[in-house]
């Protein structure tokens, strides 16, 4: 059975801390809105802005076994 789990940027690696702003950075690329009011134009600093504001977590997904 799967248990979903939020985590925040304190609860991430510096590698998925990479991957969600590189992530996020492409979909503001493409389109999507900003979920912040940014400074800036620049999508990586927006994306950026969005993190520092705890805009932005993961979902995992955690396998959960009974004994």
Avoid: C, H, W
């Avoid at 400074?39 to 977590?57: H, I, R, Y």
């Amino acid at each position: 059975m799967a248990k979903r789990k939020e985590k925040t940027a304190k609860d991430l690696s510096p590698f998925q801390l990479t991957s969600l702003l590189i992530y996020r950075t492409r979909e503001l690329m493409n389109g999507s809105p900003a979920l912040v009011e940014a400074d800036s134009s620049d999508p990586v600093q927006t994306a950026f802005e969005e993190l520092t504001n705890g805009k932005l977590n993961i979902t995992t997904e955690e396998t959960v076994t009974k004994d």
